[in-house]
């Protein structure tokens, strides 16, 4: 059984339909989940350690133990560093780098017990930086750092820790009228084009499924945005 | 969603054996028709063609005008040519100051240059195609370096900034080039270093697992799933990467 997190939708919504076309059943966490798709969803915030206890508990027993984790949940905003209020900070780094620990800690014994993989979607960001995206690549860098430290730490067990760091995609997180969808930024990139969700998930797809020589690695998944 | 290489066709070089011989099987199993390379001719590298419904390709490819012979002689017999894995590899090793000349550049002039020129004979066949996939086999040792590994190191390091630039260079032509960096693999290469170290093949594999964080070496096939994944057609978007395979060992050492 696969677990993803903001599965509903963008990158979560491909990764549900990749690992589903593997032979996982899939459950989904998600503060919106929406029908189809995985097998069985709750709707639950990721920042809330105690409530992601409680999803978890409840999708285990709807669907059995969990053998892949996948972290997608997040949401994107830009601001410059001297408007980021302490509240826009505190939940940047709440949803993505503790919307990871509280899963992987939910999810951890069942990880240990099949010898599972996680997956963390991390961002070109974490890699790059970018003008006005302090907070958002603080979070998605400590993702980088947790993920590193986690592999080292249980791949001794068996479990593997991976982590996609997607450039801008062509998701419903990414405005119509974000920079990176104008032309200026597009003809930068050496593919010239935005990633696909699905790009992306088949790189998840690879490192849940196909990658079990490897832990702590990154995926970039960015048309070419950070070499 | 696995990777459909139907009507496909990749060239594998130094593939009579090890790491390059599972990727000219996992392609090959993607539905791509196969041409492995080596430097020469053998009963191995022809029973897997053999086996994977392929062509041998022999050659050596440190020498430019073998590079545009060999690809050429791919493309008059199966058509065409979209995906290349340059695997082939020549390691020696030895303090710096021992280190032969002549040998130390036969290192990099195999492993840096043979890939260079490669990648020259085949991007006219590519760009006709309008696409292709280039997968380069680099190694642990090209991002972490290693005591007397200066020519490999340096020429795995090379290759590593080869594909990032030629990533930037081809993606707009749909050209797309990332690089595989493999750690320690159970490959023949092994026994060389058993029998040089004087001990028996599996002291070599516990001594080198025992640095791995997931506690064993590595298998060729689960390399070679990181090039299938690296010659997908429907994965454009992993331009000028490295990805790794060696159990965790550049991101801790036990």
Not at chain 1, 121 to 141: P, R
Request: aromatic fraction near 4%.
């Amino acid at each position: 059984m696969a677990l993803v997190t903001g599965g509903a939708s963008g990158i979560g919504a491909a990764v549900v339909e990749a690992l589903a076309g593997r032979g996982f059943v899939v459950g989904c966490l998600d503060l919106s989940p929406t029908l189809g798709g995985p097998d069985y969803s709750v709707a639950v915030d990721v920042s809330d350690p105690a409530a992601v206890d409680v999803a978890v508990s409840e999708m285990r027993d709807r669907l059995g133990p969990i053998s892949a984790v996948v972290t997608s949940a997040g949401y994107y905003e830009m601001a410059p560093v001297a408007e980021i209020s302490p509240d826009a900070w505190r939940r940047m780094l709440r949803v993505h780098l503790g919307g990871l620990v509280n899963v992987a800690r939910a999810t951890l014994p069942d990880l240990v017990e099949l010898r599972g993989a996680l997956v963390a979607v991390a961002s070109e960001l974490a890699v790059g930086g970018g003008d006005g995206d302090a907070h958002y690549a603080a979070a998605k860098g400590a993702i980088l750092g947790f993920v590193r430290s986690l592999a080292a730490e249980v791949a001794g067990h068996g479990v593997r820790v991976n982590c996609v760091a997607p450039g801008p995609t062509d998701t419903p997180l990414l405005a119509a009228d974000s920079p990176w969808r104008a032309d200026d930024y597009l003809t930068t990139l050496p593919l010239r084009r935005l990633a696909t969700p699905r790009e992306v998930a088949r790189c998840v797809e690879y490192l849940v499924c196909d990658a079990t020589f490897s832990v702590g690695e990154v995926v970039n998944v960015n048309s070419g945005a950070v070499i | 969603m696995s990777t459909n290489l139907d009507g496909r066709v990749a060239l594998v070089t130094g593939a009579a054996q090890g790491m390059g011989a599972a990727h000219a099987r996992r392609l090959a199993a993607a539905g791509a028709t196969v041409a492995v390379n080596d430097i020469r001719d053998s009963a191995e590298l022809t029973a897997l063609a053999d086996e994977i419904g392929g062509r041998t390709a022999v050659g050596d490819v440190s020498d430019p005008a073998e590079c545009v012979r060999i690809v050429a002689d791919v493309v008059q017999a199966a058509g065409r040519l979209d995906v290349l894995v340059a695997n082939h590899a020549y390691m020696t090793m030895a303090p710096l100051l021992d280190h032969d000349d002549a040998d130390w550049w036969k290192v990099v002039d195999t492993n840096l240059s043979g890939t260079f020129y490669l990648v020259q004979a085949v991007l006219p066949h590519m760009r006709n195609a309008g696409a292709g996939r280039i997968v380069v086999v680099s190694s642990e040792w090209g991002i972490t370096g290693w005591p007397e590994a200066t020519a490999y190191a340096a020429s795995k390091a090379g290759l590593i900034s080869l594909v990032k630039t030629l990533g930037r260079e081809l993606a707009p032509e749909r050209i797309i080039v990332n690089a595989v960096a493999p750690g320690v693999t159970d490959t023949p290469q092994l026994q060389v270093d058993a029998d040089a170290a004087g001990v028996e093949l599996e002291a070599i594999h516990r001594h080198y697992a025992s640095s791995i964080p997931l506690g064993r070496i590595g298998l060729p096939d689960e390399v070679a799933a990181a090039v299938e994944l690296l010659a997908d057609f429907d994965v454009e978007a992993v331009v000028g990467q490295v990805i790794s395979c060696n159990g965790g060992s550049t991101r801790s050492r036990a």
